[in-house]
């Protein structure tokens, strides 16, 4: 038994910890939502997943270079919550992204022919698995600075609100991020001036391989925010439904009121940090548990239950992504590399001399 | 009997020998043709050995000492013997380790003073094209990037520049020096030279010499340029030279001192003779199995006679006086035309020079009177318009051209001595600078 | 013309793109209420409002995160630093994200953000105020660096850095702001980015002198005048991209160079130009490139150690007396 372990059991909590071993409270009818939502949902849940698992597929083939973050597992998270936005509000996230680049809208082809650095990928085969970047559906990122994504958020929120779009931003970050000072000074500057952020903690309970424990003296994300006087919620981020109830709440208080809020949804990741992560800090049993809530299965039962989903459904769905998957990975084998002028192009908008 | 052992010869090329290891100690019993010493040659490390049998009884020079062939290095003999007589001209023997040449030695003369021989060198011979990787052995030529340019650019010669710069550099104001300067054909630049006097009141005979034996190239040289050309194998060179400073001197000289009545050819007359003790092979002649080189500078000076050319000598002109020379030049021409000469008066000079100039002769080859090596024949000197950096200037110009015997003057040597005569003629105040 | 200082230079310059540009707004600690700590951003609140001219907490991170993310989203944001000592903080936003942002996104957003404040020596403010680190933003591709050295330069070249739609460092000198000078009253007046000013023409050797050293390099050159030392005073105005074509011409021509700093000098602006220097016209110099830098120590509080670490007129004399070998 890890030390970890044992140290999560004596520092058993009552708010936070125990959550995401129960079902969602509250109800999340499913009725208040139209059959086409619900399955668009559950088709990208299940795209995501099977893209991810094709990404661990390709890396260990040496066709995704560098560093590969997997989102299996926390896919609730990003379908959720991005299914609450409209098509131009902004999401800006970490390097643990093809969840939300897929949910947000890039295609899956040009996504994976970045990750196999291509050309053809969103960002021109120039960004990699941590800088998908797509202007046409505001997805602005990728970035890898641990907690770097959380100012430039409020900047763009800061943006529309200076503009008067309407728009809202959603900022995703791990709760590792939290210890950044850029966290404090962005909830600071977002609460001071009004800004319509969704600050969006996908709390994992790992930075890497230090659990939330060994590094947060007061490990309550959504609790923190009473030093900004900013509204929080705390989230089973399993659920998708809770994930996009609290998301529209949290839209209506930016759109409306233009006020951020901070939502701590709590989820897992099944797989390690990243594909060069043997994972030794976390125990089979643990996983396994967390697997009995997978996200996935969750939803799925809950159609099923509702007669919104039959076994057919789902292999039909099943079907499609697989096509949708191996779609993506031929694009990619067959899209050419940048051309080597491509090094030193946009570098400057406006290159001088 | 004792015995001295001495450095043997144990290569061919060997002139002296370093004990490695003495392999015997003293008091050590030797016997005839056993290993004594292991001794360090030119080539290789080799084993002396005993040429004699007995007790090794001195060791004279220590492991790690050389010595030269044939010096005693130690001795053998019986265990009790007196070696005492042995050791004494065995130490004594010791000749000095500097291998010095004598001086030759110079034909009883009984006015022969001790003569300085000039400290002043001749630069080292190189090609006249000047090279900037080239210097002197005391260090790398140091030229900034935009000198060297310049100094390309503008056919300067790096090695006649001194570089103002740290370390001797030569930067970009030093090749601006230059370029103002008048050109003296790019040659080296020459050092101040040493103008030995002449003792007052000697009377200077013919020239002292040396012979040196002829090497296997020269003597080649002499018996294939004989077979093409005839007896003395000439070849010619000529110059133009810048005589306005010359000129100048000869007047204001002339205007200090009336009397004295100085020509320009005794200003020719004295830096030829400059000229060829900075390049003494010039100032020689052939002796068909040897080169001779004279230690000074007699000239015979060309005098046209009712009865023919005739040259008589001025003695050591390396040494005299511009006055002195003008004033001998005289009396001898003088003489020369009454036919009142002593034959060791026109006899033996070492190098000739005929000057046609007063004929309007612009230039001519002369013969080289056998057996000097050289001649110089002297032209007209005339304002002529000659281009200075690019513009034209009015200078006076005078050509001398120089027959050499090729059998002792190679084209280079000769070269060389002209391109020095004419640098000295067209910057006559070399001749005062001493050293 | 009017003669204003560089101060009100820099006032005008904000104040007329604040005015030409919706989009263009200001942000920083003490700008708005304040007045700006130096006086630079006077009056501004109060013509343009509280919407546009914004104080901060002090948060140097996370505003100029803000900054960026708000030109990823189209405005184009001026993030004052009250001292560019402060920018520290922010470096990771400015280098990881303003920098890399159009690059990494394959060109799809750019950052039309100035960062802009006083950098290099005040008067006896210490080794933590008193830094100048142009060469630590110029050393990243991605970034425009620009160093005014007079109110005209200043004006002209902060209009171009706020039109510009890359991310410019814009690093005023604080005994500078004080400093009187003939500005165009014209308010479309610019000077293009990436540009080089002769301040002096001269024919023995060139001084190149960026910010606070300009003024000191043209009072050396008068000196070298008096004895017969002609020198060229190049201004290069932009650090990157460096106009290092006059340089270049000027070095052609005089065949001598002397750089002039206040910054340290290993891995300054000035080894840089130096490098390029010898690349590019080695046949051309008489002697190597001179630097003269301020002094490679934490700029110490005496008043008399202070200014024995910053280079002045004889040292700048000595070094073109050195290349001149005079």
């Not at chain 2, 601006?176 to 003792?199: H, N, S, V, Y």
């Not at chain 2, 002339?254 to 007359?269: E, R, W």
Request: hydrophobic share 40%; with cysteine; proline share 6%.
């Amino acid at each position: 038994m890890s030390s970890q372990t044992t140290q999560r059991q004596v520092n058993a909590r009552t708010s936070a910890a125990g959550v995401i071993d129960q079902p969602s409270k509250g109800v999340e009818t499913l009725r208040e939502e139209d059959r086409e939502t619900l399955l668009r949902m559950f088709h990208q849940m299940l795209l995501i997943r099977r893209f991810e698992e094709k990404c661990a597929e390709s890396y260990s083939m040496g066709k995704i270079g560098g560093f590969c973050h997997l989102y299996i597992g926390q896919e609730a998270v990003a379908v959720g919550s991005i299914s609450a936005l409209r098509p131009d509000d902004y999401v800006i996230t970490s390097y643990r992204e093809h969840g939300q680049a897929i949910a947000k809208g890039i295609s899956p082809e040009t996504v994976m022919a970045e990750l196999y650095g291509k050309a053809t990928g969103c960002s021109k085969g120039k960004g990699g698995s941590m800088h998908l970047f797509d202007a046409s559906v505001n997805f602005m990122g990728g970035h890898a600075i641990v907690g770097g994504q959380i100012p430039l958020a409020t900047g763009i929120a800061f943006a529309s609100k200076y503009k008067e779009t309407n728009q809202v931003t959603v900022c995703y970050f791990g709760e590792a991020a939290v210890n950044q000072g850029a966290f404090h000074e962005s909830l600071n500057m977002a609460q001071l001036w009004k800004l319509p952020c969704i600050y969006l903690c996908e709390n994992n309970m790992y930075g890497m391989g230090t659990s939330a424990q060994r590094a947060m003296s007061m490990d309550d994300v959504a609790t923190k925010a009473c030093a900004y006087e900013i509204a929080s919620e705390f989230v089973d981020g399993m659920d998708v439904m809770a994930m996009r109830r609290a998301t529209q709440r949290a839209i209506e208080r930016a759109r409306e009121h233009s006020l951020p809020t901070l939502i701590e949804a709590r989820t897992y990741r099944y797989m390690g940090h990243s594909m060069s992560d043997p994972g030794k800090y976390r125990t089979r049993q643990e996983i396994e548990k967390y697997q009995e809530r997978d996200p996935i299965k969750l939803f799925r039962a809950r159609l099923e239950e509702n007669g919104l989903l039959t076994e057919d459904d789902v292999k039909q769905l099943e079907e499609q992504v697989r096509e949708q998957v191996e779609r993506a990975v031929k694009f990619a084998d067959d899209s050419p590399d940048p051309q080597p002028e491509e090094l030193t192009t946009d570098i400057y908008a406006n290159p001088l001399g | 009997m004792a015995t001295q052992v001495v450095m043997p010869k144990l290569s061919p090329t060997m002139e002296e020998g370093q004990v490695a290891r003495w392999l015997k100690k003293e008091g050590d019993k030797v016997s005839m043709g056993e290993p004594l010493a292991e001794i360090d040659t030119d080539k290789a490390t080799m084993e002396m050995q005993a040429l004699s049998a007995g007790v090794l009884r001195k060791v004279l020079i220590q492991e790690g000492e050389s010595a030269p062939l044939g010096r005693p290095i130690a001795i053998i003999g019986e265990p009790d013997e007196d070696i005492s007589e042995l050791l004494k001209t065995a130490t004594a023997a010791a000749p000095a380790k500097e291998t010095v040449e004598t001086p030759a030695k110079l034909p009883e003369s009984d006015k022969a003073p001790a003569i300085e021989k000039p400290t002043a060198e001749p630069e080292p011979t190189s090609k006249p094209e000047p090279s900037p990787e080239r210097r002197p052995s005391n260090g790398r030529m140091l030229v900034s990037p935009i000198a060297a340019r310049m100094a390309a650019e503008a056919g300067v010669d790096l090695k006649s520049v001194q570089g103002s710069g740290p370390s001797g550099r030569i930067i970009k104001r030093d090749i601006e020096a230059a370029m103002k300067e008048p050109k003296t054909a790019g040659g080296p630049k020459l050092r101040p030279l040493a103008i030995p006097k002449a003792q007052p009141g000697a009377v200077y005979g013919p020239s002292a010499y040396r012979d040196e034996p002829m090497s296997e190239m020269r003597r080649t040289i002499a018996r294939r340029l004989v077979t093409s050309l005839g007896p003395v194998p000439h070849f010619f060179l000529t110059t133009e030279i810048e005589m306005d400073r010359a000129a100048d001197m000869r007047q204001q000289i002339n205007t200090l001192y009336p009397d004295a009545k100085v020509s320009i050819n005794d200003i020719i007359i004295k830096v030829a003779a400059v000229a060829l003790i900075q390049h003494p092979q010039v100032n020689a002649s052939f002796q068909d199995k040897t080169v001779r080189y004279y230690e000074h500078v007699d000239i015979g000076v060309a005098v046209a006679t009712e009865n023919g050319l005739i040259t008589p000598v001025i003695r050591s002109a390396d040494v005299k006086s511009l006055i002195d020379i003008a004033g001998e030049v005289r009396e001898l021409a003088g003489r020369a035309r009454e036919r009142k000469l002593k034959p060791e008066e026109y006899l033996g000079a070492t190098f000739s020079i005929s000057n046609l100039g007063m004929f309007g002769i612009d230039e001519f080859t002369a013969v080289i009177n056998p057996p000097e090596a050289a001649i110089l024949a002297i032209g007209a000197m005339t304002e002529k318009p000659v281009a200075r950096n690019g513009e034209i200037e009015i200078h006076k110009m005078m050509r001398a051209t120089m027959s050499c015997d090729h059998r002792v003057v190679d084209g280079a040597v000769g070269a060389q001595f002209l391109q020095t005569f004419k640098q000295i003629l067209e910057n006559p105040l070399y001749l005062f600078l001493g050293s | 013309m009017a003669v204003i200082t560089m101060r009100d230079a820099l006032n005008d310059a904000l104040r007329e793109e604040l005015a030409r540009d919706q989009n263009v707004f200001l942000m920083g600690e003490e700008v708005a209420e304040y007045q700006g700590a130096y006086k630079v951003t006077r009056g501004l609140l109060e013509e343009f409002g509280a919407k546009r001219v914004i104080d901060s907490p002090i948060t140097e991170l996370g505003f100029a995160g803000l900054g960026v993310g708000a030109a990823m989203a189209g405005l184009r944001p001026i993030i004052e630093f009250m001292t560019f000592n402060f920018s520290l903080l922010a470096t990771d936003q400015i280098i990881n994200s303003a920098a890399k942002m159009l690059y990494m996104s394959g060109g799809q957003f750019k950052i039309p953000i100035v960062f802009r404040g006083p950098g290099g020596s005040a008067y006896q403010v210490s080794s933590q105020h008193s830094q100048a680190i142009e060469s630590w933003y110029a050393y990243f591709p991605g970034l425009k660096v620009v160093m005014p050295s007079t109110p005209a330069d200043a004006k002209g070249l902060l209009k171009s850095a706020i039109r510009d739609d890359d991310p410019v460092i814009f690093i005023e000198q604080e005994r500078m702001y004080g400093m009187k000078g003939e500005v165009p009253e014209d308010d479309d007046f610019t000077i293009p980015l990436g540009v080089a000013d002769i301040k002096r023409e001269g024919t023995d050797a060139t001084i190149v002198a960026r910010s606070l050293l300009v003024p000191t390099a043209l009072k050396a050159a008068e000196q070298l005048e008096k004895e017969g030392i002609s020198c060229e005073v190049i201004d290069p105005r932009t650090i990157r991209p460096l106009d290092i074509e006059t340089i270049i011409e000027s070095v052609k021509k005089t065949n001598r160079v002397v750089v002039a700093e206040e910054s340290h000098p290993f891995c300054g602006v000035g080894a840089e130009i130096s490098a390029e220097i010898h690349e590019r016209a080695f046949d051309y110099l008489d002697a190597p490139v001179k630097r003269v830098s301020g002094a490679d120590v934490p700029m110490p509080y005496a008043k008399n150690l202070e200014q024995l670490a910053i280079p002045d007129v004889p040292q700048v004399v000595a070094a073109v007396k050195e290349v001149t070998y005079s």
